[in-house]
């Protein structure tokens, strides 16, 4: 194994709750190609590499062997447990009054924790797809979003954080008008937003939006997800890593162009969280925001390379009546 990353050398950002966070982390959605034991060797590599933050979700279906890693790592003294973030997110099919506790308790037994430090409302709406399905599917049961639903779970969210099961909550996939919907019923607004962004879809308007009210922003497809689902895949989609800016400062730095577009979040202003099970990547995509910045040129260029290309369309989550995947995004 290449030498370990201090932790400590890797640059993090501030919560509003004074907290710290990893600038950078790991991805754990397997992309329904990755079995969860690719996954979880993954993060078993990333721990010793000095890793500290990792993207859960009881959606991906690979929790209980990521907790397994988790566990191990604590009872060998590798790491302790305040020094991981690890995050979780409720599924659309655990909206309902109670069900977020429900799913929040099966995610906290699979990943053998007491808490998580992040639990986001993974999408916000309670509609969801069979796993692996294509882009066709639609569920009968579909709703298009209704702020007094999205607030009903919520207030779930808000109670288990006041419970200390989850030290921040968040939401995910929001976009600017949701946002202005939802945050004034909010007892408690949001750390965090996750979201979609990479160099070739940067979301201008939301991202000054969550950072002007203070909130901390995780940006999901950093290097522009090359092994996403067949369902996200569309004609015109741009690949981020062969956008010239991209490729310019990569042959500039002589690295790989997955690692530009990871220098260029951190520089941002957000926290990427690169999926990756070959160690040579993943070892690579944190060890790269330790070191060679981008130059203000390079970043200039590449914050001016947007194309607004969104790959997580979300198609599969449309109701009956909408007229195509932008309805979901306003
Ligand atoms: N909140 C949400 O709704 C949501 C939606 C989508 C994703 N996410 C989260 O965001 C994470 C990341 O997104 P993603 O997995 O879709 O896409 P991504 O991180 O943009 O791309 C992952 C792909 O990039 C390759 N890669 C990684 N590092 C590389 C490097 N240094 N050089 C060359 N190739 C490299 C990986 O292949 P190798 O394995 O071969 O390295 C993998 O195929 C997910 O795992 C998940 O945790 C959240």
Redesign the pocket.
């Known amino acids: 194994m290449a030498e370990s990353i201090d932790p400590r050398k890797v640059p993090s950002f501030t919560l509003p709750s004074g907290e710290k966070i990893p600038a950078i982390g790991m991805?754990?959605?397997g992309?329904d190609k990755y079995a969860p034991e690719a996954v979880s060797a993954a993060v078993a590599g990333a721990i010793r590499y000095g890793y500290r933050l990792f993207?859960c979700?009881s959606v991906?279906g690979n929790e209980d062997r990521i907790g397994a890693v988790f566990a191990e790592a604590l009872k060998s003294g590798a790491v302790k447990r305040e020094e991981l973030f690890i995050t979780s997110?409720v599924w659309n099919d655990m909206h309902g009054r109670g069900d977020v506790l429900l799913s929040l308790a099966k995610t906290l037994k699979d990943l053998r924790l007491d808490y998580v430090d992040a639990l986001?409302v993974?999408?916000p709406f309670p509609n969801y797809h069979a796993p692996g399905c294509d882009g066709d599917a639609r569920n009968p049961d579909s709703v298009p979003f209704s702020p007094e639903r999205f607030l009903a779970t919520w207030a779930q969210m808000e109670r288990i954080q006041k419970a200390g099961l989850a030290r921040h909550i968040g939401m995910?996939?929001m976009t600017v008008s949701k946002l202005e919907a939802v945050l004034p019923g909010c007892a408690v607004k949001p750390a965090l937003i996750?979201m979609?962004l990479?160099p070739a879809f940067q979301q201008p308007e939301l991202f000054r939006y969550c950072r002007n009210k203070g909130i901390s922003v995780i940006g999901?497809?950093?290097?522009?997800?090359?092994?996403?689902p067949e369902r996200d895949k569309t004609p015109g989609d741009i690949v981020d890593t062969e956008l010239p800016e991209v490729a310019h400062a990569a042959k500039a730095h002589n690295i790989?162009p997955?690692?530009v577009c990871l220098k260029w979040a951190v520089q941002h202003g957000h926290i990427p969280?690169?999926?990756?099970?070959?160690e040579k990547?993943?070892q690579?995509?944190l060890r790269c925001i330790t070191e060679d910045p981008l130059t203000e040129g390079e970043m200039d260029a590449i914050n001016k390379a947007d194309k607004n290309c969104r790959l997580?369309k979300g198609q599969v989550f449309l109701w009956e009546g909408a007229k195509g995947w932008a309805d979901l995004w306003d």
């Open positions: 991805g754990t959605f992309s993207d979700a991906y997110k986001f993974h999408w995910s996939n996750e979609e990479h999901f497809c950093p290097i522009g997800s090359p092994s996403r790989h997955a690692l969280i690169p999926f990756s099970t070959t990547n993943y690579a995509n997580v």
